[in-house]
């Protein structure tokens, strides 16, 4: 079992290009997440997907898309890059019952110039 | 509106010393919280659950209603507890996190 992976690990972009995060998990979990992790704030909540075909807003949902087509994917678009995008992310993925963990993917580091 | 607060963002101790990590929650109704961890160049993982009511790696956690808190402690720090750790919460009905700011733990030698 892979768990969560996410693709790319780096990447530089030029404010207002384009790019997409791939995350993946083989768990079959229903729910996936994204966060973004900058210091000292912590671990904050972009979108979340509470199964295929489905996306929520989470708290900082400005600038960003998600899409859920396929249950065991959440892609995260960024359709015009930003400086302030600069950022960690991860994707999180769990069975969505009261009480059960998240599993994490390693994290892809962007840097926006 | 649901919060969970750490109030330490770095939190300094001598190897073999007692450890508590600060965890308050603001949340209407039964909280279920967690603590993660992030060890140097690995990912989050989970250290604990409070439902679980277990320890792992010498750590426990117990969930005070009255002080609203989830303090983390280990008796006796070791170095290799040095690491990121993040309190959270699940919002219930929605499944979404909480995640409070982060305390880095260093355990000097």
């Known amino acids: 079992n892979a768990g969560v992976t996410q693709t790319p690990k780096f990447r530089v972009l030029k404010t207002g290009q384009s790019m997409t995060l791939l995350c993946a998990q083989d768990?079959?979990?229903?729910?996936m997440y994204w966060y973004r992790q900058d210091p000292g704030m912590g671990l904050r909540l972009i979108h979340y997907?509470?199964?295929?075909?489905?996306?929520a807003k989470g708290e900082v949902p400005d600038g960003y898309n998600v899409s859920r087509l396929k249950k065991q994917n959440f892609l995260l678009g960024l359709e015009s890059a930003a400086p302030s995008q600069t950022s960690v992310y991860f994707c999180?993925?769990?069975?969505?019952?009261?009480?059960?963990?998240?599993?994490f993917g390693p994290g892809t580091r962007l840097t926006v110039l | 509106a649901q919060r969970v607060t750490q109030p330490e963002k770095l939190l300094s101790v001598f190897k073999g010393a007692p450890v508590e990590l600060k965890c308050n929650y603001s949340y209407s109704g039964s909280p279920e919280l967690f603590w993660y961890v992030q060890y140097s160049r690995q990912r989050l993982q989970l250290l604990l659950r409070h439902i679980s009511r277990e320890s792992i790696k010498g750590f426990t956690a117990d969930l005070n209603k009255g002080e609203t808190s989830f303090h983390l402690k280990k008796p006796f720090a070791q170095e290799e507890d040095s690491a990121m750790y993040y309190c959270?919460?699940?919002?219930?009905?929605?499944?979404?996190?909480?995640f409070g700011t982060g305390t880095r733990l260093k355990v000097l030698a």
């Open positions: 768990m079959n979990h229903e729910y």
């Open positions: 959270a919460l699940i919002e219930s009905g929605t499944y979404k996190y909480i």
């Open positions: 999180a993925s769990s069975r969505g019952s009261y009480g059960n963990e998240q599993f």
């Open positions: 997907s509470v199964g295929e075909g489905t996306t």
